[in-house]
């Protein structure tokens, strides 16, 4: 399966809504993603196989910092190399903007994801407990320190 990345437009909004609404327990509402398409600070990603849109990411830079506040793929194509491709495309981005580290809240629970984050370079370095408010899990805090297209490009792939 090809996997094309491209930065999320308004038009994109529909479908990212409908794969956050079957990915996530709290999905963020429509008028949040299609702010998030506008707003300076985010860059917010679509994955699409053909003219699917199959999976999105939103990031935000801060100062120097990437902080990965959302990542979600359609249950049909997940563990099918979706959500690296996102990542990595989007960190790739925000390293050529400037940012030099990473970091990203993972639910305790998801190991797959973490799993995902730790080959892609983040190592855990925190708990913040009770962060979602669902069902008061906890969250692992995970980062990327050095964030560079060359540590990006040897973290194994």
């Known amino acids: 399966m090809k996997i094309n990345v491209r930065r ?23 008028r949040v993603y299609e702010r998030e398409v506008t707003t300076a600070h985010t860059r917010a990603w679509v994955a699409e196989a053909g003219a699917e849109v199959i999976g999105m990411l939103v990031l935000w830079i801060i100062v120097d910092e ?6 979600a793929v359609h249950p049909q194509y997940r563990r099918r190399g979706v959500s690296e491709a996102l990542v990595r495309t ?56 050095h964030l560079s297209i060359e540590t990006l490009a040897h973290a194994s792939a």
């Open 90 to 145: 989007a960190l790739q981005e925000a390293a050529n903007e400037g940012a030099v580290t990473a970091l990203l809240e993972v639910r305790a629970g998801n190991i797959a994801a973490q799993n995902l984050y730790r080959k892609i370079g983040f190592e855990a370095v925190g708990r913040r407990r009770g962060y979602y408010k669902d069902n008061g899990e906890d969250a692992i805090l995970m980062t990327l320190e």
């Open 66 to 71: 990437a902080h990965i506040a959302t990542v």
């Open 8 to 30: 999320m437009q308004t038009a994109d909004v529909p479908s990212v809504v409908r794969i956050d609404r079957m990915s996530m327990t709290v999905p963020w509402p429509a």
